[in-house]
Structure formats: structure tokens, C-alpha cells
């Protein structure tokens, strides 16, 4: 068999344009506003299980404020050092509950030094703000901004996201082939993606139309390749 390129890394970036609303159209309003700035909210803390979108979302803003010319950061369980130089106007932490104590002060910092230049700080978990194995005073203060639950999207709306993935590579997507990977795939939407980008490609390389066959032989290679 032909060598399968299942490390593809996705050709579109995280926007919100192309984030999946599903139950969160009020979370994804506020993010907007808050933005455009037309929201005086300057904290956001979402939560959400392991491929629920958080990062996709934390990403999708610093992406945004970029693109209006305005400096913006992200990063994942660390807190980045250079927020004061750089004058960010958005700063994006992700995965909260990992940061070790040195970082969780750091974090108490930012947050006081955000709120007084006016900056949007926003900050991802897997747990709510009550429940989340943090300092008390940081813990209290992701909890005095906005905080949201991002949820997870129905096999429906998966199904709908992958389509319009698939439409956007160019390829129609069978509603047998969406069927199979959300009732054998792993669950969350990027791993999903990530198999579909596998099949379009492994598809084009054998100049056949996806189908459930060819879906089984990327799945079972992914396996093999474990």
C-alpha cells in the first residue's frame, strides 16, 4: 500500500469563521464583541472537555486581533513573559490546570496588569472555575469575568462540520463515509479532520472517490502505525 500521509496538518487555520458554533453561539457572540470592542468584559474563562474547541477558539482570537493589526499572544500552559513589552491587546492561555505555581502567580499577575491597560486576557480548562486545582485568589479572579462551557458538538453537527470540511478540499463527502468514521473514529472533531485530510489525500493518490473502503484502510494504518 502506498504510504499514507496521516500527520497532514490541516490547510485552514483556526478562525472564528470556521469554528463550528453548535451550542455555543452566545460564547462565540461575546468573543466578538469583546474584540471589537464593544463589550466592556476584558476576561474570559471556557471550559470544556478535550476536543470541545477551546483551543480552537483561544487561537481563532489571537488570529483575529492580529489581523486588525494589533499585537496578540498565545500560548499553552505557560504564561508568556513578553505580554508588557509588546503592548498585547489579546492574550490567550491555554490549558490553565497546568500551569505549575511559579506560572499560576505569573498568571495572577497578568490578570491584574490586563485589567488595568484594558487589554482581553482569555483562559482555557478542562473543569469549571470552582473546580479547577488552582491558587484560591486566581481561581477567584478567572471566576469574576465572563465563564463559559464550551460544548461539544452532537454526531449531527460533526457530521455537518465534516462535510462542509470536505466541501472546502473540494471533495463530496458520502453520508456512508461520515457514518463510519463518527461510529469508529476517536470523538473529538480535530482527530476527525485529521482522518478526513488522510482520506482525501490516500483518495486522490489512488484517483478514487472516498468511500468506506478506502476509510478503513487509513484507519487501520493509523493503527498499525500505534
Known sequence: MSQLLLDIVPESQPTLDNFVVGRNLELLSALRHALAGSSSER??????????????????????????????????????????????????????ETLDDAAQIELFNLYNQMRDSGAVLLVSGRESSLHLKLRDDLR?????????????????????????????????????????LLRHGRRDLPSLMAVLDALDAHSLRLHRAPSVPLLKE?????????
Open 43 to 96: 476576561c474570559f474563562y471556557v471550559w470544556g472537555e478535550t476536543g470541545s474547541g477551546k483551543s480552537h477558539l483561544l487561537q481563532a482570537c489571537v488570529r483575529a486581533t492580529q489581523d486588525m493589526q494589533h499585537s496578540a499572544i498565545y500560548a499553552r500552559g505557560s504564561v508568556p513573559p513578553q505580554f508588557m513589552e509588546m503592548g498585547a491587546a489579546v492574550v490567550a492561555v491555554d490549558d490553565v
Open 140 to 180: 477567584t479572579r478567572l471566576g469574576w469575568g465572563l465563564v463559559y462551557q464550551v460544548h461539544v458538538l452532537s454526531d449531527a453537527e460533526k457530521a455537518q462540520a465534516l462535510m462542509l470540511h470536505a466541501h472546502s478540499r473540494g471533495f463530496v463527502l458520502p453520508p456512508e463515509v461520515t457514518q463510519y
Open 218 to 226: 487509513v484507519m487501520q494504518h493509523e493503527l498499525e502505525l500505534k
